[in-house]
C-alpha cells in the first residue's frame, strides 16, 4: 500500500515491482492500493488491471490512473479498467456518474481519444454526449459542470477540419495582430493583449490605470465576436494600453526570476545538509551514477541553489532515518527537476524575443462603425 505519507524507498520498491523500465526488477509485489499520489510520473505498466474504487469529480484523474498501466511498451495484449460507481440513491442526490461520464465524452469528441476509460457507453467517435456537455452548440449556453476550454479546443478544431481557408488565414496572421470591439459590461475602455516569450505565456487586461494578468477563459469571454460582428476603428488610446500591457509582462517576467534564482546562504540547515549529504556519500551500495549524482546534489547547497524552506522540508523528512539508500531517495525525490536541469535548459524557458501575438481594443457601450 502506498499513499502521501509512504516513503521515497517504498515508491522505489514499487516501481522495482511494476515499471518494466527499472533497472532493479523484482516480483514479489502482486497486488497494489494507493491513494492519487501514483497517479502520475511513475510507470506501472508491468500490470494491466486496474480498479477504481472513488471516481473523482474531474475526470482527469481516471485518465491519469490509467495512464499508469495503459503505456507504450506494455507486453499486455488488453487493459482491463474496473470502476465501482456510486448507488442510484446516491447518484440521484450527485449526478456523480453523468457529470464524469459527460467530460470524459468531451476528451473524446475534441482530442480523439480511442480508449474507454469509464464504461463501454462512451463513444469514441460520436459527439452525442458533447451536446449535453455544453447543453446546446451554442458556446453561450454551456451548462455548469462542462469545461470551456474544451469547448474552445472543439471550436478551433472545427475550423481546423471544416474551413481550411479560415484556418490558414489564422495560421498566417501577423505578429502584433489588434482589432477593436464594443464590450458593454466595461466601465471604461480597455484592452486585452497576448503576449509571449519562449514558453512563457500571457493574457494582459488594461484600462489604462489598471493592468492586472487575466486567465484564458477570461481574455476569450471579451475577445470572441460574432464573424457578422462589424469593423471597429482601433484608436490612439489602444497604444497607451499596449505599452501598460507589456510593462505589465515585463514586471512579471522579473519576479519570476527573482524567485527562480532565490538563494540561501550556506549556514544553519544549509551546513547540516552538506554535512549530511558528504556522510551518506561514504556508503558503498551506490552506483556510479548515484555517486556523480550525489555530488551534482551537494553543490546545489555548496552554490546556495535551494531555497531555505525547501532544505528544512528535506531535513525533517529525513530525520530518524538511517539507511542512506533510503536518505538518498528521500532527498533526490524532494528536489524540484528544475535545479536538477542544466543552466542552459532552464534558460531555454525563457529564450527569444517578447513578442505581442494580438490585442483586443474593447469600447464601452455602443460605438458608430
Not at 11 to 37: G, H, Q, S, V, Y
Not at 79 to 88: G, K, L
Request: charged residues 35%; negative net charge; contains cysteine.
Amino acid at each position: 500500500m502506498f499513499s502521501g505519507e509512504s516513503s521515497s524507498y517504498l515508491k522505489r520498491e514499487i516501481e522495482k515491482n511494476f515499471n518494466p523500465a527499472a533497472k532493479e526488477r523484482e516480483d514479489r509485489i502482486n497486488i497494489l492500493i494507493t491513494t492519487d499520489i501514483l497517479a502520475e510520473g511513475i510507470n506501472l505498466h508491468r500490470s494491466n488491471v486496474i480498479v477504481n474504487y472513488d471516481l473523482p469529480w474531474n475526470p482527469t484523474r481516471i485518465m491519469q490512473r490509467v495512464g499508469r498501466i495503459n503505456r507504450v511498451g506494455t507486453e499486455h495484449d488488453r487493459i482491463y479498467v474496473f470502476n465501482f460507481f456510486p448507488t442510484a440513491q446516491a447518484n440521484a442526490q450527485v449526478p456523480l456518474e453523468e457529470n464524469i461520464m459527460q467530460k470524459l465524452q468531451a476528451f473524446h469528441d475534441t482530442l480523439g481519444e480511442d480508449f474507454k476509460y469509464l464504461s463501454e457507453d462512451e463513444q469514441v467517435t460520436s459527439h452525442k454526449l458533447y451536446n449535453v456537455l455544453s447543453g446546446k452548440e451554442s458556446l453561450e449556453d454551456e451548462e455548469e459542470g462542462s469545461n470551456p476550454e474544451l469547448a474552445y479546443l472543439n471550436v478551433i478544431r472545427k475550423i481546423r477540419d471544416y474551413d481550411q481557408t479560415l484556418f490558414e488565414k489564422i495560421k498566417h496572421l501577423p505578429l502584433k495582430a489588434k482589432a477593436a470591439r464594443r464590450f458593454k459590461s466595461i466601465q471604461r475602455n480597455a484592452t486585452v493583449t497576448f503576449i509571449r516569450k519562449g514558453s512563457l505565456k500571457m493574457f494582459f487586461m488594461t484600462d489604462g490605470d489598471e493592468t492586472r494578468e487575466i486567465s484564458f477563459i477570461d481574455a476569450i469571454s471579451y475577445i470572441k465576436a460574432d464573424k457578422d460582428e462589424p469593423v471597429l476603428p482601433v484608436p490612439q488610446e489602444y497604444y497607451k494600453h499596449l505599452d501598460c500591457n507589456k510593462n505589465a509582462f515585463d514586471e512579471r517576467l522579473l519576479l519570476d526570476d527573482e524567485i527562480d534564482t532565490e538563494k540561501t546562504r550556506q549556514s544553519g540547515n544549509d551546513a547540516k545538509m552538506i554535512k549530511l549529504l558528504k556522510a551518506i556519500s561514504k556508503c558503498k551500495s551506490f552506483t556510479d551514477e548515484q555517486d556523480e549524482m550525489l555530488i551534482r546534489i551537494r553543490k546545489l547547497w555548496e552554490d546556495g541553489e535551494i531555497p531555505q524552506s525547501l532544505t528544512k522540508e528535506i531535513l525533517k523528512s529525513v530525520e530518524g532515518i538511517s539507511d542512506p539508500m533510503q536518505i538518498y531517495y528521500e532527498i533526490y525525490d524532494r528536489i524540484p527537476e528544475k535545479y536538477l536541469e542544466d543552466r542552459k535548459t532552464r534558460k531555454n524557458f525563457l529564450s527569444g524575443n517578447k513578442q505581442v501575438i494580438l490585442s483586443a481594443f474593447l469600447y464601452k457601450g455602443e460605438v458608430d462603425a
